[in-house]
């Protein structure tokens, strides 16, 4: 034998391996991994997958079709869509992910509550002012927003950085669309030296989460709805504080208790008030109906 091969000195152990002696194998060669956090993460997901395929009886062609999924799930993927952002929200990931990181304590005074981020995100957006109109031609009826950003004891946050984004009259982010010149619906302002903030949108509306794709075909499978509530989606940022990602419900959607996400907190629900056509809050004169709505951010102090 040659004296550089082990291949002959290894202990029967590490051969014919199945079952709980093959998990414990796996887990075991993540032992020595350089991050402790890593490590961590990759045997409980080790031990997960591995009782997950016990559990069910997991089959051959079954794991095939999911690996499929999966990778049909990265193809439909770019930079105006996130298929797995969608799956993480549809199979309720992303709300235990936010559970985890930022618990609700019900307190009076406490932070307001977090939600998912949503697949329509995107970086650098254009700039506002206060007062301005972020809906930029996108179709709805006109609504004017407005409130405060506070910290948890009740101080105002000026300057904090507030983006926007949602959804126009007809369901559709402007990223949906195939041939916008500029944004529409979507921007970013900073609060004023009150932590105030105030603009105009359109009035968003109940919509379909994408359901042409791979997670479509997953909802579709378990007859499961791909309803979302209407809502605008807030980030509110500021130096010394949590980022906060969230959305405002409109109160008395059809849709707030089977949201396709699992995303409605009762803490985000507001109303969007319909006012007849006239002076709006900020003195603008409007010759047909508007709405308006309300709402304060109240931001938790940053990790020490």
């Not at 990759?42 to 095939?64: C, K, S």
């Not at 407005?146 to 300057?159: E, F, L, M, Y």
């Not at 369901?171 to 970013?188: E, S």
């Not at 075909?217 to 940022?237: G, K, T």
């Amino acid at each position: 034998m040659n004296p550089g091969d082990q291949s002959d000195q290894r202990p029967d152990a590490a051969r014919n391996l199945s079952g709980d002696d093959l998990t414990q194998a796996v887990l075991a060669s993540f032992d020595q991994s350089a991050s402790p956090r890593f490590r961590q993460l990759a045997q409980g997901l080790v031990r997960h997958l591995h009782a997950f395929v016990r559990e069910t009886g997991l089959t051959e062609e079954e794991w095939a079709a999911g690996i499929d999924f999966l990778m049909r799930v990265g193809h439909i993927t770019t930079e105006q869509r996130q298929e797995f952002i969608l799956l993480s929200d549809v199979l309720g990931v992303s709300m235990q992910v936010i559970g985890v990181n930022h618990p609700a304590t019900g307190a009076t005074g406490a932070a307001t509550e977090s939600t998912v981020f949503g697949p329509f995100f995107v970086q650098d957006s254009p700039p506002y002012a206060c007062g301005d109109d972020l809906a930029n031609g996108a179709p709805g009826e006109p609504c004017y927003l407005a409130g405060q950003i506070r910290s948890t004891s009740g101080a105002p946050v000026a300057g904090a950085r507030i983006e926007v984004w949602q959804a126009d009259e007809d369901g559709h982010y402007d990223v949906q669309y195939a041939d916008l010149p500029a944004a529409r619906g979507r921007g970013h302002l900073f609060a004023d030296v009150d932590g105030g903030y105030h603009f105009w949108s359109v009035l968003p509306s109940a919509y379909p989460i994408p359901d042409d794709g791979p997670v479509g075909e997953l909802l579709a499978a378990a007859r499961r709805s791909s309803m979302r509530p209407a809502h605008i989606h807030f980030m509110v940022s500021a130096t010394g504080f949590q980022t906060l990602v969230t959305h405002v419900f409109a109160e008395g959607d059809r849709y707030l208790d089977s949201d396709a996400v699992f995303g409605v907190k009762s803490s985000l629900i507001a109303p969007f008030t319909r006012h007849e056509p006239g002076l709006a809050p900020d003195g603008k004169r409007l010759d047909r109906p508007y709405y308006t709505m309300r709402y304060d951010f109240i931001l938790a102090p940053a990790a020490s």
